[in-house]
């Protein structure tokens, strides 16, 4: 079955960087374009970006460009994602989800698969 | 694009019916997408393109659209369905969330 598994909890200082994985699997890996969503507690939803696995492609919500950045590793099918220059409001669980469906132009999709976040605390 | 969802929080019992509904500052045709979150769980689709349900959520859950007002209606309340719900527009960037709504049990 398809599943999006996420890296486990970080804790990071401010001003460092994160890196958070989503491994994939049960599906063609370049076929789907990866979401990355984040929660910050007790808050709502805040789409981050995408990433096209298939050519690299990606596209970042205009609050994080700049300290962002998405990639791959064709290898074991995992998409990542880097946060940096973190401060304390970037303390959130950040979420992978896959787009509902295969064409290369559904970046602007909706989310049918979402792995189980991940937790980022920034804290001094 | 703004989503405005009301209520912001419902208290209802078993065997209600409920309706949440989210509203588009603008117009996004039916791009439209509902999540269930339960707490402490990662966002679950319910339905897409405002009213399509997707593969494997019961048949009590169901999505509407009239305008830029968007309707989801939970037609006999489960105790498994007490949880947030947030509406998602995917019709131009950036991609954006209501606020959420939650449900609890009266």
């Known amino acids: 079955q398809v599943q999006l598994v996420q890296s486990g909890a970080e804790a990071k200082r401010p001003g460092a960087s994160v890196k958070v994985s989503c491994k994939t699997s049960?599906?063609?890996?370049?076929?789907?374009?990866i979401h990355w969503v984040r929660q910050a507690p007790g808050q709502g939803l805040e789409w981050m970006g995408w990433?096209?696995?298939?050519?690299?492609?990606?596209k970042y919500a205009q609050k994080f460009q700049g300290r962002v950045t998405m990639s791959r590793d064709m290898s074991t099918s995992t998409v990542s994602m880097e946060l940096s220059r973190l401060r304390s409001d970037d303390t959130a669980v950040y979420y992978c989800?896959?787009?509902?469906?295969?064409?290369?132009?559904?970046?602007?999709?909706?989310?049918?698969?979402w792995g189980k976040g991940t937790t980022v605390t920034v804290s001094s | 694009i703004q989503l405005t969802q009301s209520p912001s929080s419902l208290s209802a019992s078993i065997g209600d019916r409920v309706t949440i509904t989210c509203r588009a500052s603008?117009?996004?045709?039916?791009?439209l997408a509902w999540y269930q979150q339960i707490s402490g769980r990662a966002p679950k689709l319910l339905i897409y393109?405002?009213?399509r349900l997707e593969s494997g959520v019961p048949s009590r859950f169901s999505g509407s659209r009239s305008g830029t007002d968007f309707t989801l209606t939970i037609s006999s309340l489960q105790p498994e369905d007490f949880a947030t719900y947030y509406c998602?527009?995917?019709?131009?960037?950036?991609?954006?969330f209501g606020q959420g709504t939650r449900l609890d049990i009266k």
């Open positions: 989800a896959r787009v509902g469906c295969s064409s290369s132009s559904c970046h602007l999709y909706y989310m049918d698969v």
């Open positions: 049960g599906y063609t890996f370049t076929g789907y374009y």
């Open positions: 990433f096209n696995p298939k050519n690299i492609g990606t």
């Open positions: 603008q117009g996004i045709s039916s791009a």
């Open positions: 393109d405002a009213s």
């Open positions: 998602q527009q995917f019709n131009s960037y950036p991609i954006t």
